[in-house]
């Protein structure tokens, strides 16, 4: 509980507890950032879009065992990868505690339904498309 309880201090400060402890939203980061790893790590998106239908495919699993599969798994990860997981993720909360405004500005522009971070892109076109 260590870092997991480092975090949430950081948490509750940029989104407030609403935010914090909203599980869809919450659910949404999570997934984007574990694609915005495998990415650097070199996984292409067919491969990603073939995993997703694969475990979407399959029954869901118990929430506890698989945050254990995603820990071994990252660890795991970590260690091909020549990279201390621990320290990884203390030099990232502390560069995130200095980017509380921004992160906070982007949840703001964010749509109010939808997994996507920032803002509708659907909507950002249309404004431009009235501004013309």
């Not at 990279?83 to 509380?100: Q, S």
């Amino acid at each position: 509980m260590l870092f997991q309880g480092a975090v949430a201090p950081w948490v509750e400060a940029c989104f407030g507890k609403e935010i914090a402890n909203d599980r869809t939203e919450r659910n949404h980061r999570f997934l984007e950032e574990a694609l915005e790893l495998v990415q650097a790590a070199g996984c292409t998106a067919t491969e990603a879009h073939q995993l997703v239908d694969y475990v979407f495919g399959r029954p869901v699993g118990e929430l506890e065992q698989e945050i254990g599969g995603v820990m071994v798994t990252l660890a795991s990860l970590c260690l091909a990868h020549d990279v201390c997981m621990h320290t990884c993720g203390v030099t990232e909360l502390t560069r995130v505690w200095g980017k509380i405004d921004r992160i906070r500005a982007k949840q703001a522009a964010k749509p109010a339904f939808g997994p996507l971070p920032g803002p509708d892109p659907v909507s950002a076109d249309s404004r431009r498309e009235g501004e013309e």
